[in-house]
């Protein structure tokens, strides 16, 4: 560990002076001091090592232990990933590094609790990107926030965040990687995080028995992926709740580890690093400079998606199957959403030009490389061009004002099959598999909340840090309302902020507020917000959404209960074909 320091205590600074404003925490391997931070009274623990991992290798339990004290003051390493410089720096992370398995810690000081022996419900992050991009220590998921608004309404929490591997050395493939079973790296290292935080949570304050884990996007796939691991077979009880953002499960059943397109980007990996050739490309590999190696990973011509794959082992069958079977622990609850337009991410990524029937046609084909012919049609029998209202931000018939849109960031504008692309992307990437997964745990007599965010941040279109996208809906556009952050917090360019209407702070607020109740106690309606309808289970007689949603009007709210039955046809596909209709994953 880079950042080892044993400090005796007397050097700390501050320490004659407020004794009790020094954070310190025994954990297995040794003490940690932390930090105490005054602008929000919260004691933070950073750059924690979790486990242990050389490049390309499974990771496990962090071994060392000390005498004495070491710093946890300062945000340590993170993995490669491309993250940008700015991210970066404004985060005031080390650097990039092979060895980046930490995790950080933020509590609300002692001093600001009420019940001082009462351990804390413990919300554990897990951050999106596309398993090809993200870190811990983000300010993008600066949890600061939420946990002082916990503190304020009388249920405190604790937050932790941490690092994964992403992109080839996360997720590689190829037959070496198979052989050698280096499979889901990144699955692995956040599954020894959560075994971490069962052993040691509770040094730090913090209830090992009241977790929950909390993510977005690629974040939320990976607690489905959690909750499947090994076949839904061990007894590990890592988390008991999992609020999950925009992600679930659907996108990779069909994907192996050394199905073609792996196997040549492993072949062009080695070329890159001089490995061809190598008696054992593997440890060619793990002795490779790093950035040679990352650089590989990412080069455009040959990538394929590195990814999450059934391995038969982590993964060990296509998940949406799996869930089906009913193949996972029972003593879990999940609250999770999508957004009206999750599918424009995708549909940018496939084919925003797409003008014809036919075009679409083709170009599903492409994409669903493993589909039959009479599945493509399925596709378009069940998501027409001229559907009235399916609750999009923004429906079919609005072509020209959503064209426009596009045309004034000059993106070309495939017109309504354009829109349906995005449909169809958007139910299959990350909507149908919410639904699915409500569904089945109702089944099951599980608890399963579910929302719908049906609210425009801000008027389009919206600038990210990778692209230009279309406002309304769209996949993120919930990120600032559920983490509470201030109108004017600096996002960095990744998410759009909360809209600047009293009405629209009012949601943010009231979203927050059920999430941090659902972290304390496991039920959202556990703190009360005026004007806000209870949030009805999820049941299979009566399936039903919280619809998040703000008017134009100052402080009115527009929350409200949806029934979850909307698009039956198509949202019924995804599940019936999860083999055939996979995105073949060189796009
Ligand atoms: C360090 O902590 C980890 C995680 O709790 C534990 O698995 C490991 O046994 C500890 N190692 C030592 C040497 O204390
Ligand atoms: C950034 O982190 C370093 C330790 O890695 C610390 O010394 C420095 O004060 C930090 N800078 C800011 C602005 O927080
Ligand atoms: C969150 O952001 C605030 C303001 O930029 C900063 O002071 C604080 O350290 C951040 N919190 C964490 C946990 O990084
Ligand atoms: C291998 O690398 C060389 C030089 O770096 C490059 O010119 C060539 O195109 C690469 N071949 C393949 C198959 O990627
Ligand atoms: C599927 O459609 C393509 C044209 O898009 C056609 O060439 C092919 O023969 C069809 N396959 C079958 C089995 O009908
Ligand atoms: C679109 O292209 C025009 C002409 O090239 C240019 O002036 C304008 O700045 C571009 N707009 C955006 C949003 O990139
Ligand atoms: C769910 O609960 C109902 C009513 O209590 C019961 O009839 C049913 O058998 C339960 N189903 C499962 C799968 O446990
Ligand atoms: C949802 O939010 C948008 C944007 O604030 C608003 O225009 C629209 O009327 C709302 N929808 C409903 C059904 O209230």
Same mark, same amino acid.
């Given at each position: 560990m880079q950042l080892l320091q044993l400090l005796p205590l007397a050097l700390l600074p501050g320490i004659w002076a407020s004794c009790q404003k020094v954070p310190v925490a025994t954990t297995r391997n040794g003490t940690y001091v932390g930090r105490y931070l005054a602008e929000f009274s919260q004691d933070l623990f950073l750059n924690i090592p979790f486990a242990k991992a050389g490049r390309l290798e499974n990771p496990s339990p962090y071994d060392e232990s000390w005498e004495g004290l070491r710093s946890a003051e300062w945000y340590g390493n993170i993995c490669p990933c491309p993250a940008s410089p700015r991210s970066i720096r404004n985060a005031n992370v080390t650097g990039k590094s092979d060895d980046c398995l930490n995790l950080n810690i933020i509590r609300p000081s002692q001093g600001t609790l009420k019940r001082k022996d009462e351990k804390l419900p413990v919300a554990v992050w897990l951050y999106g990107g596309g398993f090809a991009d993200g870190f811990g220590a983000d300010l993008n998921s600066n949890f600061s926030w939420i946990v002082q608004a916990s503190v304020a309404q009388d249920m405190p929490i604790m937050a932790v965040t941490l690092n994964y591997r992403v992109g080839f050395l996360g997720f590689p493939g190829g037959n070496e990687v198979t052989a050698a079973g280096v499979t889901n790296l990144g699955l692995k290292d956040q599954r020894q995080a959560l075994r971490w935080v069962q052993e040691n949570i509770e040094a730090f304050g913090g209830d090992p028995h009241k977790v929950t884990v909390w993510a977005q996007s690629a974040g939320a796939n990976s607690v489905a992926y959690q909750l499947l691991a090994y076949g839904g077979k061990t007894d590990e009880k890592l988390f008991r709740g999992a609020i999950m953002s925009s992600g679930s499960i659907g996108?990779?059943?069909? %994907?192996?580890?050394?199905?073609e397109d792996a196997v040549q980007g492993y072949q062009a990996i080695l070329n890159a690093t001089n490995c061809?050739? $190598?008696?054992?490309t593997l440890d060619c590999l793990r002795t490779a400079p790093l950035d040679q190696v990352f650089d590989a990973g990412e080069a455009t011509t040959t990538r394929p998606t590195w990814w999450p794959t %059934?391995?038969?082992?982590?993964? $060990?069958?296509?998940p949406s199957e799996q869930l089906e079977a009913g193949d996972f622990p029972h003593d879990v609850s999940i609250l999770a959403g999508t957004n009206d337009d999750e599918g424009f991410v995708l549909a940018n990524l496939l084919?925003? $030009? !797409?003008? !014809?029937e036919d075009e679409l046609r083709q170009l599903l084909k492409t994409a669903f490389k493993f589909a039959r012919n009479k599945t493509i049609e399925a596709v378009l029998w069940a998501y027409p061009s001229d559907v009235p209202s399916p609750p999009y931000a923004l429906p079919m018939s609005a072509t020209p004002r959503f064209c426009s849109a596009l045309e004034a960031i000059n993106k070309t504008c495939g017109g309504v099959q354009y829109r349906r692309l995005a449909a169809i992307t958007g139910d299959y990437g990350l909507i149908h598999g919410r639904r699915d997964m409500a569904r089945k745990f109702a089944s099951l007599n599980m608890t399963a909340y579910t929302y719908r965010f049906d609210t425009w941040p801000i008027s389009f279109p919206i600038q990210t840090q990778y692209e230009t996208q279309p406002g309304f809906g769209g996949h993120s556009t919930e990120y600032s309302y559920f983490f509470r952050f201030p109108r004017d917090y600096e996002l960095y360019g990744n998410n759009p902020p909360v809209a600047k209407s009293s009405s629209h702070l009012a949601l943010s607020h009231a979203i927050s507020a059920m999430l941090i109740a659902y972290v304390y106690t496991g039920d959202p309606n556990s703190v009360l917000i005026p004007n806000v309808p209870t949030w009805p289970k999820y049941s299979v007689d009566k399936p039903s959404n919280l619809v998040l949603n703000a008017t134009e009007v100052p402080d009115v709210l527009n929350i409200h209960i949806e029934p979850d039955t909307w698009r039956e046809e198509g949202m019924a596909l995804w599940a019936k074909y999860p083999l055939e209709l996979d995105l073949a994953m060189g796009w």
């Open positions: 996108i990779g059943n069909a %994907v192996r580890p050394n199905r061809l050739g $190598a008696e054992d %059934v391995d038969g082992d982590f993964i $060990a069958h296509p084919g925003p $030009a !797409t003008g !014809t």
